[in-house]
């Protein structure tokens, strides 16, 4: 099992990229929204993948993040969702907003996506709401880095994939409260669309008013 290439940039296609590793090129299929994070041709790059193995074909796909890679693998769990169609979600989206969508039951969001029907949008959302909070909880585990050449993690601060998930950190904290996972991650989800950019405590203080009680 493939689980992450680290070489450099040598072709980028419409749906994939050619990353050369110690001379060995594999070819990566990656969604739009993560093919245009990575450095130009020739500069070094880092992807998680997940391995397709079917009878007549061997295809690897490339996330920035194990929590995108994660989302990949509950989209394609999804009956009639197949790789093409979870590439085309998390291109539209992001992993993040595939989990907005998911715990806020917006399938309007997922159907958004390229080539994704009405019915299998919905699908998507009935068949994932019991394990969005779960997902989102992994947002801020790990973060995906893409390395400029002869930079190392911890030198680098230079081109981050993926921020620390602000959302993460506060459905963590709401579920410590006690709340259960899905109406925390709902608040979450909810507060997180308001205001795309807040951090932690911000986030926080808006779900805590979405749960609080209605006079």
């Known amino acids: 099992m493939i689980g992450k290439l680290t070489g450099r940039l040598d072709h980028a296609g419409p749906d994939h990229v050619l990353i050369d590793v110690g001379g060995v090129g594999y070819v990566v299929h990656c969604s739009d929204r993560t093919r245009m994070a ?3 041709r020739g500069e ?3 992807l998680y993948t997940e391995l ?4 007549d074909l061997l295809q690897l796909f490339g996330f920035l993040t194990p929590f995108e890679r994660e989302w990949h693998r509950l989209l394609v769990s999804v009956q009639g969702v197949g790789a093409k169609a979870s590439m085309a979600i998390l291109g539209t989206l992001g992993a993040e907003g595939v989990g907005r969508a998911v715990a806020l039951g917006d399938w ?4 958004a996506a390229p080539g994704v029907g009405p019915k299998l949008a919905q699908r998507v959302v009935n068949e994932l709401k019991d394990k969005a909070p779960a997902a989102m909880a992994m947002g801020g585990a790990e973060d995906g880095v893409v390395l400029m050449p ?11 994939a993926a921020k620390s998930s602000a959302q993460a950190e506060a459905l963590s904290a709401l579920q410590n409260l006690g709340y259960a996972p899905a109406d925390a991650a709902r608040a979450v989800a909810s507060a997180a669309g308001d205001a795309p950019g807040a951090e932690t405590p911000a986030l926080i ?3 805590l008013k979405l749960l609080a009680p209605k006079d």
């Open 150 to 160: 002869d930079e190392t993690p911890a030198a680098s601060p230079a081109r981050p």
């Open 52 to 55: 397709l193995v079917r009878e």
């Open 205 to 207: 203080r808006a779900a």
């Open 108 to 111: 309007g969001a997922v159907k």
């Open 44 to 46: 070094v790059v880092s």
């Open 38 to 40: 990575l450095p130009p």
